[in-house]
Each structure stands twice: as structure tokens, then as C-alpha cells.
């Protein structure tokens, strides 16, 4: 593909997953609630669901998304579930923690299913591959090469901005020392996660 093509595409996708929504409140919840150790199965989930929707609009598979759109409200209702799960855990999560130990960790399939789930079930994520990218993009003369140039400009971009997000959610972290601060800290992670919920369920 053009270079030109690829910075379009790469500035667009900077502009719209930048932007806080859903997917980025989640991951911000969780890596100040539990650090950043066990959050990278969340985030190669996000990843791997962004690759798909841009896969599905590349090779002209809109109409499965439509054909198969009861499969997705149910994607999307298990994520939102689920994240509401979350913040309800970090909401009572105990904050005498000593030594460094953190609470018990959900399992990485755990994590890698939630953020498929949140990813996937996200309209802003579909709609920026299945309608806003074919604006940006002539997907009929995309190759296989211009499909994988597109995934790797995509995942670039997504490693940037979450990678980013994730440190300065740890570094807030570092600075919550108290008890008192842990409890204020999960108690606005939780709120967080089910705001990010709640946004993906209403749309």
C-alpha cells in the first residue's frame, strides 16, 4: 500500500482509539486496581479483536457482522456482564495489602475472554472498521499485503496508545500507598469499570 495511505489510516485509528471509551476505562480500571502484571492477556485480546474487525471490513465481511448480529448483542451483553462483575470485586476489594501482595489475580483466560468481549462488543470499535475505514481506505484494491501493511500499522498505533495508558495507570498506582488511598482507588476503578460497562451497554 501507498505510505500515504497507511499514515491516513494510522492518524485516523490515533484519533478514535486515543479517545477514552469503554475498552481504554476498563484497562485503566484494572491496571489501578491490580497493577500492570496481569493486564497483557486483557490487552492482546483488545488487539487481537481490533485485527478481526479490521479483517472482517478488508476482506468485504460487513455482512457477517450484520448476518450474525445476534451473535455480537450477545458478545456485547457477556462483556458488559462481565465488566459489571469486575467493578463489583474492585468496589469490595480488601486494601490491607503487605509486602508488596497484590489480591488474587483473575486467570489469564479470564482476562484474554474480557477483553474479546469488550473489544468485540464495542459499536465504536465496529463502526470505525465497518463504516468510518471504507471512507478512509479503498478496501477493494487492498491486497493481501495491504492487509497485513494495515494490521501492523494497527497494531502499532494500538501498542503505542495502550502501552501508554498502561503506564501512567501504574504510575497513579505507585502513588496510593495508604489504605485509605487503595480503598478511594478501587472504589473510582470500580466506578470506572461499570461506567465503561454501562457506556457499552447503552449503545
Known sequence: MELTSLLIFAGALLVAAGSPGPSIAALV???????????????????????????????????????????????????VAYLAYLAWKMWFAPVDVRDGAMPREDSPARLFMTGMAVTLGNPKIMMFYLALLPTIIDLGKVSLVGWAELTLTMAAVLIAIDLTWVLAASQARRLLKSSRAMKIANRISASTMAGAAAAIAAR
Open 29 to 79: 480500571a484494572r491496571v489501578i486496581s491490580k497493577g500492570f502484571r496481569d493486564v497483557f492477556p486483557f490487552l492482546a485480546a483488545m488487539w487481537i479483536g481490533e485485527a478481526i474487525w479490521l479483517s472482517m471490513a478488508v476482506f468485504g465481511l460487513a455482512f457477517v457482522a450484520q448476518s450474525f448480529h445476534l451473535a455480537f448483542v450477545v458478545i456485547k451483553w457477556a462483556g
